[in-house]
């Protein structure tokens, strides 16, 4: 993983570590897929809920209004809780493997708090979007 087993600081904008959350994601489900049909199918659902977070903040940054914006942050909200449902059933399912979840359920979880905080001050601010 690379964060922050290789010291790496978390970078600032959400888009990049969205990113690297998302490669780290792939660097994890690859060790799923020889633990059987079970785990393949679970690193599935994981790699599309944890690669759709990047992706929808990524099209939130060219939002054509301030619903479009909102809209698209709220589904990377959505994504995020997702992958962190699957990476907490995949720790729980196969134990040996809580150790390497744990910074990704982490990850997810300061994912799921920064999207949350963006959503909430589009929502609130009069401004947010005019200038998209």
């Keep these: 993983m690379l964060h ?3 010291g790496m600081e978390k970078p600032f ?3 990049d ?3 690297l959350f998302a490669l780290d994601v792939v660097k994890f489900a690859k060790m799923l897929a020889d633990r059987g049909l079970i785990m393949s199918r679970l690193a599935t659902q994981l790699v599309d809920s944890g690669g759709s977070v990047g992706a929808n903040l990524q099209e939130a940054e060219g939002g054509q209004s301030k619903p ?4 698209k942050n709220c589904t990377a909200l959505k994504e995020a809780r997702e992958a962190h449902f699957w990476l907490r059933l995949i720790a729980a399912a196969e134990p040996s493997l809580e ?8 990850e997810s979880g300061e994912l799921i708090a920064i999207v ?4 909430k001050n589009a929502r609130n601010s ?3 979007g005019r200038e998209l």
């Design 13 to 15: 904008d959400i888009r």
């Design 4 to 6: 922050p087993t290789d």
């Design 126 to 128: 009069d401004s947010r």
């Design 116 to 119: 949350y905080t963006i959503v």
């Design 68 to 71: 479009d914006f909102i809209t």
């Design 17 to 19: 570590r969205s990113f």
């Design 99 to 106: 150790s390497k979840a744990a910074p990704l359920i982490s």
